[in-house]
């Protein structure tokens, strides 16, 4: 099982990126999924979920109307679009998938916007 981050990157204020989470050795789209991030020394706080069927979503409200989740159960695939993007956005990103008492996590990608 592994979900594996990426789309990381160095950007400017009021620039984008798309994070992608690919997940293996799971049906993802049994899975609620979701998007955290941890700013350097701060908690790791939840950005944006997904659930199973598509049909309800979350935005925490530091990102709503700039990020945009998404996934491809096709493809095994969680991304994360966003847009805009702040210095206070600069953080670690992590994919989570969650079914009842499973959680799996990725390992990360930096993000560090500039201003």
Same mark, same amino acid.
């Given at each position: !099982?592994?979900?594996?981050?990426?789309?990381?990157?160095?950007?400017?204020?009021?620039?984008?990126?798309?994070?992608? /989470?690919?997940?293996? &050795?799971?049906?993802? #789209?049994?899975?609620?999924? #979701?998007?955290?991030?941890?700013?350097? &020394? *701060?908690?790791?706080?939840? !950005?944006? /979920?997904?659930?199973?069927? #598509? &049909?309800?979503?979350?935005?925490?409200?530091? !990102? *709503?109307? @700039?990020?945009?989740?998404?996934?491809?159960?096709? $493809?095994?695939?969680?991304?994360?679009?966003?847009?805009?993007? $702040?210095?206070?956005?600069?953080?670690?990103?992590? /994919?989570?998938?969650?079914? @009842?008492?499973?959680?799996?996590?990725?390992?990360?990608?930096?993000?560090? !916007?500039?201003?």
């Amino acid at each position: !099982v592994q979900l594996q981050a990426s789309g990381g990157g160095l950007v400017q204020a009021g620039g984008s990126l798309r994070l992608s /989470c690919a997940a293996s &050795g799971f049906t993802l #789209g049994d899975y609620a999924i #979701g998007w955290f991030r941890q700013a350097p &020394g *701060k908690e790791r706080e939840g !950005v944006s /979920c997904l659930s199973s069927s #598509g &049909g309800s979503t979350y935005y925490a409200d530091s !990102v *709503k109307g @700039r990020f945009t989740i998404s996934r491809d159960n096709a $493809k095994n695939m969680v991304y994360l679009r966003m847009s805009s993007l $702040k210095p206070e956005d600069t953080a670690v990103y992590y /994919c989570n998938a969650h079914l @009842r008492q499973r959680d799996y996590w990725g390992q990360g990608t930096l993000v560090t !916007v500039s201003s």
